[in-house]
């Protein structure tokens, strides 16, 4: 195996901190209806809260892809590999702005939105949408089940990619005996 070009320090940690925000929401939410109802909000505002997080950790990660290249693909991956990898990487961008963006509108849109503020963590009070807050309350139910719907189906999405994603790097690493887990560790 050759030595791997790594990814920086910053990419690494942004890349494993946003790993588990994301897997925790993923989790929060395939156990959430098997709560008892006292504990079904406190989990929703949590799974907002990663929400939140993760779309400013993703603003962070894509200012410092622009300022550092990532390290260059080994040689022996085929040209549909790297086209591949351009366009997983690409998507998981996509859908870390998009999904906690669909979410942040689902919750605008909630009809209780007004009396039930929201706070990150409990902690920090964070802002709703106000152009949606505002909405005819008739076309504002609409427009939370539109962006439930759109939230949904991007996980959907995600849940396809992280797989793919997932597979390749075991792939390269333990069939094709390239180092590719070592890019991505301190």
């Not at 995600?158 to 994603?165: V, W």
Request: aromatic share 10%.
């Amino acid at each position: 195996m050759s030595s791997p070009a790594k990814y920086t320090t910053v990419a690494i940690v942004l890349h494993w901190l946003v790993a588990v925000l994301i897997t925790t929401n993923l989790c929060l939410v395939w156990v959430v209806d098997s709560l008892p109802d006292d504990l079904t909000r406190p989990v929703i505002d949590t799974h907002k809260s990663i929400g939140i997080t993760v779309l400013g950790l993703a603003v962070l990660r894509l200012l410092w892809r622009v300022a550092h290249r990532p390290p260059a693909l080994p040689d022996s991956y085929a040209r549909w590999e790297r086209i591949s990898a351009a366009a997983a990487h690409g998507s998981f961008y996509a859908l870390m702005l998009c999904l906690p963006l669909s979410g942040w509108m689902h919750d605008s849109a909630w009809k209780d939105a007004a009396t039930h503020p929201m706070q990150l963590y409990g902690l920090l009070p964070w802002p709703r949408m106000g152009w949606i807050m505002n909405l005819d309350p008739a076309f504002k139910e609409t427009l939370h089940d539109v962006f439930g719907l759109i939230h949904h189906y991007l996980a959907y999405v995600l849940y396809a990619l992280l797989i793919l994603h997932i597979g390749a790097a075991l792939k390269h690493q333990f069939l094709d005996r390239e180092p590719e887990i070592e890019r991505m560790l301190p």
